[in-house]
């Protein structure tokens, strides 16, 4: 009788085995990222439970098959599920009470010698081009200041509301993801080429607008020196009616010392018709086994209003006691200046988790 | 003139560098999950990606009795 089950259950697992002659192989993944967050704008504070949107609560299904020999393709499925977003709670609301499912990701590929095809809702070719950062403690901050406590509105003296941080000190990372068709070169000495085009929609009619970016990325290895990764790019969006088309240019370097020591810069300029807006960021760092700290400081100009002016300086503190666990702490400060108009300054606490499942 | 000049040194010696896959850390980490082990992820292979050894050969055997010893273990539990 055993042997006749043994005999059986081998006869199963080679019937499914080779039920296909192509290999396929699907994988699904995910983390939870959750945080506390206390808040002080100057007039009042609080604390929040929320979902880290520096890299939110999120899962994904990836599947890869070999289509013909050296062709591979490929299909990416990732949605994110928030609750309290840690961008998008203020101080009158604080918590968000029913949760969506957000599409991330929704992408077909095809990759082979010649690069790769990419056709779907996802990342444009310079999304991310002004976030590359090898400091260890992006959990923590890296140069979007938004993804933590950007719906967090400044405070006139008197109480008044003002613009959101988010508003005011954005990292003006291209055009984030849409729907696209996007295509990567293979990696020359480090280098690679990517560029896409699709359609993105805002707030303001017409709602749909054509959006192409092209970028540049490079990370080497120079042993000794270190690594250093780095990318550039520009995009250029269908602008308001009557409006020029909103064009973003610029990038980020990160540069990783042997030693653990680590800088990190970005720089974007965007062009609004009426004003240029710029975004600049500066990062020192250092990393050790399961440890690693860093100090930034970011300045954002004309992003909300002409004139306008703001900045934020912060702190971070990394753990990785575990491959799949970070705990992290977080301190920053941010400020803005606008003609004529004064605002208090805005104190930002963050204690937060990022498990792995 | 001088710009150029200064990119093209710059990407000459970037070239002198060894490449490396760069990811983002606010993607999904790569590597283990505390539910999913050392694979990181559920995986499900099917296909030719997880080739069974020939019937002759001695790790076919070795397979085989180790899944006749699963099967055992199952319907004798302590």
Request: glycine letters at 12%; hydrophobic letters at 40%.
């Amino acid at each position: 009788m055993l042997l006749r089950n043994s005999a059986l259950a081998v006869a199963v697992a080679l019937a499914t085995l080779s039920a296909s002659a192509q290999a396929i192989e699907i994988k699904l993944t995910g983390q939870m990222s959750r945080g506390i967050m206390f808040v002080d704008d100057g007039i009042g504070s609080d604390a929040f439970h929320v979902d880290n949107d520096n890299s939110s609560t999120r899962f994904r299904f990836t599947g890869t098959g070999q289509m013909s020999p050296g062709v591979t393709a490929g299909v990416v499925f990732e949605v994110e599920y928030q609750s309290a977003p840690s961008n998008l709670v203020d101080r009158t609301d604080r918590v968000t009470a029913s949760p969506d499912i957000d599409e991330r990701v929704m992408d077909a590929f095809f990759e082979g010698r010649y690069g790769r095809l990419t056709l779907g809702q996802g990342d444009g070719a310079a999304n991310g081009g002004v976030e590359v950062d090898l400091s260890g403690t992006t959990i923590a901050h890296f140069s979007d200041v938004a993804p933590i406590g950007g719906g967090i509105e400044f405070r006139m003296p008197g109480g008044a509301l003002g613009p959101e941080l988010g508003a005011v000190l954005g990292n003006q990372d291209f055009e984030s993801r849409y729907d696209r068709v996007r295509y990567d070169t293979p990696t020359f000495s480090g280098f690679s080429l990517a560029v896409s085009s699709g359609v993105k929609n805002e707030t303001v009619a017409p709602v749909s607008r054509d959006v192409w970016e092209t970028a540049l990325r490079y990370a080497g290895d120079f042993d000794a020196f270190g690594k250093l990764a780095g990318a550039v790019g520009m995009s250029q969006q269908d602008g308001d009616p009557g409006a020029v088309k909103d064009k973003t240019v610029g990038g980020s370097l990160s540069w990783l010392h042997g030693s653990g020591a680590n800088l990190t810069f970005g720089y974007t300029t965007r062009d609004r018709g009426a004003r240029d807006s710029t975004f600049a960021y500066a990062k020192a760092g250092y990393k050790a086994g399961k440890h690693a700290v860093s100090l930034d400081y970011t300045v954002g100009k004309a992003q909300s209003a002409a004139g306008d002016e703001a900045s934020a300086i912060g702190m971070a503190y990394v753990f990785t006691p575990a491959s799949w666990a970070e705990l992290f702490a977080l301190a920053k400060r941010a400020q803005l200046n606008q003609p004529g108009v004064a605002f208090e300054d805005v104190t930002i606490l963050m204690l937060g988790t990022r498990l792995k499942f | 003139m001088r710009q150029p000049a200064i990119l093209l040194c710059l990407a000459l010696a970037g070239c002198a560098a060894r490449p490396f896959e760069y990811r983002s850390q606010n993607e999904i980490p790569e590597g283990p999950g505390f539910l999913t082990g050392e694979a990181g992820a559920f995986v499900l292979r099917t296909g030719d990606s997880v080739p069974l050894p020939p019937r002759e050969s001695e790790e076919y055997r070795e397979f085989r009795e180790w899944r006749e010893f699963q099967e055992w273990k199952r319907r004798n539990p302590r």
